[in-house]
């Protein structure tokens, strides 16, 4: 793999926060997991130690560095621990920024220190029964009541769930004259109206909370509106690209335990007397693989560097979106193949990374979406084109 290139800042703040993965989260994930739920505790011990959000400002308890490659360290070392139901990136780095990006210094000052804290954990609704990517289908709606606004609607899949104390809720403000009129709302924990329903049980990703919500009648105050009740759609696409940036970093980071899981496994395995690693079939795969692994890696990093400058684009976000879910896929899938019966054991770290793997050509937005995006950047002269023509 080419050179990195990280800070000895930054390779510092990667050795503390591997001691603390192994102190504080590691230990307990397997009880998470059968548990359907991480502890609130891992919030407020990550948050006491200054590694649950770390771009916000000092005054407001982070470290005042905006530079992502913190946050792609924390990704890739809670990978390497298996702890990625703990989705402290989404708390973090997905949703956190809606506050500072569109919030009023207000909404701000009263809700960020307790995020980096740990104290008010986040959580983002969007995705309906009827509208997942495509957000015009959206159904939930916010109207104007004068001095609140009435929210109803129905989410569903959403992550943090259960245990969200704040949930940023996306809903439509003026469905009958402007279907494209959307606002983001901030929907507190103990709210007349809101309601969760049961921990959704999933494929993989088991210690990852997530539920439906409901919102029935719920009265929010103007002051938790984020920004303009009207351009919540516009908001949602500026994140868009951190979101895909977000799950490349992870993707990757899973093909690598993936692989160094698998080749440590083949190096020992015997067959015919031999290790399996000395099969010429065995040494193919892996060095595919290996090469996949790496070349996506230099594409994230650089992606890394372009969001951190100002320069990702949605499309490139796209392209590291689908190609890290897809090597993330391949990987797993030969991972499993590899260890051959003891693959689908799920006492073996392959089985369930192979099951926790399969979401990410999902969330985020699939890889179809992704190819529909991308595919309109390589043919955007022909559409404008052909539009002129008409």
């Not at 994230?300 to 896929?329: H, I, M, P, R, Y």
Request: charged content about 25%; aromatic content about 10%; proline content about 3%.
């Amino acid at each position: 793999m080419l050179p990195r290139n990280f800070t000895e800042e930054q390779l510092m703040f990667r050795d503390a926060y591997r001691k603390f993965l192994e102190r504080e989260i590691a230990p307990h994930v397997e009880r998470w997991r059968e548990q359907g739920i991480v502890d609130r505790e891992a919030y407020l011990k990550a948050g006491e130690q200054g590694f649950l959000m770390v771009w916000p400002e000092e005054k407001y308890g982070g470290m005042g560095d905006a530079d992502f490659r913190f946050e792609q360290i924390i990704i890739e070392e809670t990978a390497n621990v298996y702890a990625g139901d703990w989705t402290n990136t989404l708390h973090s780095r997905l949703v956190g920024p809606y506050l500072t990006r569109f919030g009023s210094e207000e909404q701000v000052s009263r809700f960020l220190p307790k995020c980096v804290s740990g104290e008010c954990i986040l959580a983002v609704a969007m995705t309906e029964p009827d509208a997942g990517s495509d957000l015009a289908g959206m159904r939930a709606t916010a109207k104007d009541m004068g001095d609140h606004w009435l929210l109803n609607g129905t989410k569903t899949y959403i992550s943090n769930g259960i245990n969200a104390d704040l949930v940023v809720v996306a809903a439509k403000t003026d469905p009958e004259n402007n279907p494209h009129a959307m606002g983001l709302f901030l929907v507190e924990r103990g709210m007349d109206g809101f309601e969760r329903g049961r921990n959704l049980n999933k494929m993989g990703m088991k210690a990852q909370d997530t539920a439906e919500l409901f919102f029935n009648n719920v009265k929010v105050p103007k002051a938790n509106v984020l920004g303009d009740p009207a351009k919540g759609f516009i908001y949602l696409m500026q994140g868009l690209a951190e979101e895909r940036l977000i799950g490349a970093c992870g993707f990757i980071a899973g093909a690598q335990k993936a692989f160094e899981v698998t080749r440590d496994f083949v190096m020992e395995r015997k067959v015919f007397g031999k290790p399996l690693s000395y099969m010429q079939n065995t040494q193919f795969r892996m060095a595919a693989l290996r090469t996949e692994i790496d070349v996506a890696q230099a594409h994230v990093d650089a992606c890394v560097a372009a969001f951190n400058s100002g320069k990702l684009t949605s499309e490139e976000a796209a392209k590291a979106k689908l190609f890290t879910s897809e090597v993330l896929g391949r990987m797993v899938d030969e991972g499993v193949q590899l260890h051959g019966g003891a693959g689908y054991m799920d006492e073996y770290p392959i089985s369930r990374m192979y099951t926790d793997a399969r979401i990410t050509r999902i969330f985020a937005g699939t890889s179809e979406v992704m190819k529909l995006i991308i595919g309109r950047d390589v043919f955007s002269d022909g559409f404008t084109a052909y539009i002129d023509r008409q």
